[in-house]
Structures are given as structure tokens and as C-alpha cells.
T-cell receptor
């Protein structure tokens, strides 16, 4: 089967660091994406990992371990505007299909003053 | 910056009525997706097009949903008849064709169309 797990909710303090974990079990694997989604808006692309290791982009970093089926999104120097839902998505390639993204349910992050 | 365009932004319809959503992908993006997102959940793929051809519609409720992309550019998603359980945000997204390991062929989303069935 296909399954993507991430915590439902997290709370963190402004200026702090938070790590959002994601574990996955899919038929195939061709990359993992993190999206940010503010309430009532469309998801916006944050990061992409296809090889093991850490990808850094400003205040955001994403890590992937393919052998463990595990990824995390690290947010540094948290700001109030970072309060949003963070979606982990895996590109699955069953039977030759391409570019199909399977999403987790999202982690709702609340940043407090 | 190029965007995926969707309309209408909001739609309220009575159950058993027909409703349609329109999407214009980013220019040059051969792959177009329709996702449905129920409140509190992640997006779920309904249908994926490569140019004008459907490559995945396994999760599309074909008894009431239909989608087309006749010229391989813009697309329409139709629901007829609408049911109360169809209330959700319908997201259109697009990406470039082919495999690009470095960029991952990132999927870009439109602002979504909120549907409320009453």
C-alpha cells in the first residue's frame, strides 16, 4: 500500500527552530517534496529531495533518507508568518506512471510569540 | 512569475446541479493535474493529463466527474450531479514534461476553486 505519515499539529515559538517529520511507504520513489499551505490558499513549493542528504534553502532545510523512508523539514528563526500547514508529498511511479504526487495529510504549525 | 490560473475562485451550488471548473496551466507545462482537497486533509489526485491525453484517472469518480483538455492547454473539470460530499477545494496544478532529477519537475498549484454543495 501507499502511506505517508506526518504529525497532525505542532506548536513552536517565534525565533526558535522546528523539525517536521515525514515517513513514507510507497510502491515506488522518485522524489519527495515539501509544500507550505496557508489557510484557504493553494500549496506553494518549498523543497525537493531525491538523493539522500540535506538540502538547504535560506531558513528552510529538508533532509531525506531513502533507506529509512524518512524525511524532515527544518524551519529556523521562526516567524509568525510561518504559521501554516506543511505538506509532505512523494512522487510515486507505479507501472510507469510519471510525476504522480501522493500527499500526506499535512502538519499544522502554530508559531506563538 | 507565471501562474496556474483557475476559475471560479468560489462556487456554491445545490446538490444535483452541474458545476464546472476551468484551469489554464503555466505556459509550456505539458502535464496538468486536478486535485481535490477536503478540509484538514492533503490533496488527492483526481486526474492527470499529459498534453491532451489522460494518463491517470484511477481516483476520478467517473459516474459524476469528467475532465477534458482538448487542445492540450487549458482544462475543464465537471461534476454532474453534484453531491454534498463533493464540497472541497479543487486544485489545478501543472509541471514540465520529462524527468529532471535536479529540479524534480516541480508541480505548481493554482489558487484553487472552493466548492460548497448545499
Amino acid at each position: 500500500g501507499q502511506n505517508i505519515d506526518q504529525p497532525t499539529e505542532m506548536t513552536a515559538t517565534e525565533g526558535a527552530i522546528v523539525q517536521i517529520n515525514c515517513t513514507y511507504q510507497t510502491s515506488g520513489f522518485n522524489g519527495l517534496f515539501w509544500y507550505q499551505q496557508h489557510a484557504g490558499e493553494a500549496p506553494t513549493f518549498l523543497s525537493y529531495n531525491v538523493l539522500d542528504g540535506l538540502e538547504e534553502k535560506g531558513r528552510f532545510s529538508s533532509f531525506l533518507s531513502r533507506s529509512k523512508g524518512y524525511s524532515y523539514l527544518l524551519l529556523k528563526e521562526l516567524q509568525m508568518k510561518d504559521s501554516a500547514s506543511y505538506l509532505c508529498a512523494v512522487r510515486d511511479m507505479p507501472g510507469g506512471a510519471t510525476n504522480k504526487l501522493i500527499f500526506g495529510t499535512g502538519t499544522l504549525l502554530a508559531v506563538q510569540p | 512569475e507565471a501562474e496556474v490560473a483557475q476559475s471560479p475562485r468560489y462556487k456554491i451550488t445545490e446538490k444535483s446541479q452541474a458545476v464546472a471548473f476551468w484551469c489554464d496551466p503555466i505556459s509550456g507545462h505539458a502535464t496538468l493535474y486536478w486535485y481535490r482537497q477536503i478540509l484538514g486533509q492533503g490533496p488527492e489526485l483526481l486526474v492527470q493529463f499529459q498534453d491532451e491525453s489522460v494518463v491517470d484517472d484511477s481516483q476520478l469518480p467517473k459516474d459524476r466527474f469528467s475532465a477534458e483538455r482538448l487542445k492540450g492547454v487549458d482544462s475543464t473539470l465537471k461534476i454532474q450531479p453534484a453531491e454534498l460530499g463533493d464540497s472541497a477545494m479543487y486544485l489545478c496544478a501543472s509541471s514540465r514534461q520529462g524527468q529532471n532529477v535536479r529540479s524534480g519537475n516541480t508541480i505548481y498549484f493554482g489558487e484553487g476553486s472552493w466548492l460548497t454543495v448545499v
